[in-house]
């Protein structure tokens, strides 16, 4: 994950982990939407730069035969961003199953690009840093914009599939607002603790789990 504080923007990525060299391809992903350098309209064009780096960076390495092969495929990664705008409005960029949520008081107010726990499946359309791998991305509906206001008070999560998943299950359930689904002390490593305990239980599955959670400052309006 990664954040931009002047830029007020916000991203997460999971690497498939049956890919070459995946969490190199997730950090060049986040690092290059908070650099402002992805644009959903001209995505795959601006994907150009970090695939040169990431296929820079795997070619320095010797590697051993059936790597070699992993690597000619390619890594491939879910994607989910956030943009906060000045005036109130916020844009999101999501391809594959990170996701992107909107709290307002007790209410789930957006969730993208899933919406229900049913919707996650085993293989989702992800991100490649090799550019054929991304050539049907766009026309199979897999890259996902949003946008919508924002208001003081608002929270924003952007959550890796596993965690977002259990998310929803829990907020669907009902019963309960939808940030009490998380129900740590906000800590770094009371997240930690609570993520093993779920593990440990079966409630989440033992995949690599990322949060960022985005709190809008009820006075000031500005994310604190």
Request: net charge neutral.
């Amino acid at each position: 994950m990664a954040i931009s504080r002047r830029g007020y923007r916000y991203a997460v990525a999971d690497g498939a982990s049956a890919s070459a060299f995946a969490r190199l391809w997730a950090q060049l992903l986040v690092h290059a939407f908070t650099g402002g350098a992805l644009t959903p309209c001209t995505l795959e064009g601006d994907l150009a730069p970090a695939q040169l780096r990431w296929a820079e960076l795997v070619g320095r390495r010797r590697l051993p035969w059936y790597a070699e092969e992993q690597a000619r495929r390619g890594a491939f990664a879910a994607l989910v961003g956030l943009r906060l705008e000045v005036d109130q409005r916020w844009s999101a960029l999501a391809v594959g199953d990170c996701c992107l949520f909107q709290v307002r008081g007790d209410a789930l107010v957006a969730a993208i690009p899933l919406n229900a726990p049913d919707q996650f499946t085993v293989r989702p359309l992800l991100l490649g840093s090799r550019p054929a791998a991304n050539g049907e991305l766009r026309s199979a509906g897999a890259v996902v914009t949003a946008g919508g206001a924002w208001q003081p008070g608002d929270t924003f999560l952007l959550m890796s599939d596993a965690l977002a998943a259990l998310f929803l299950d829990r907020v669907h359930a009902g019963g309960d607002p939808p940030l009490a689904a998380l129900d740590f002390d906000g800590s770094a490593s009371g997240f930690r603790s609570w993520i093993q305990r779920l593990r440990s239980a079966g409630c989440l599955r033992n995949d690599d789990v990322s949060l960022v959670w985005l709190g809008i400052d009820p006075d000031h309006g500005a994310p604190a």
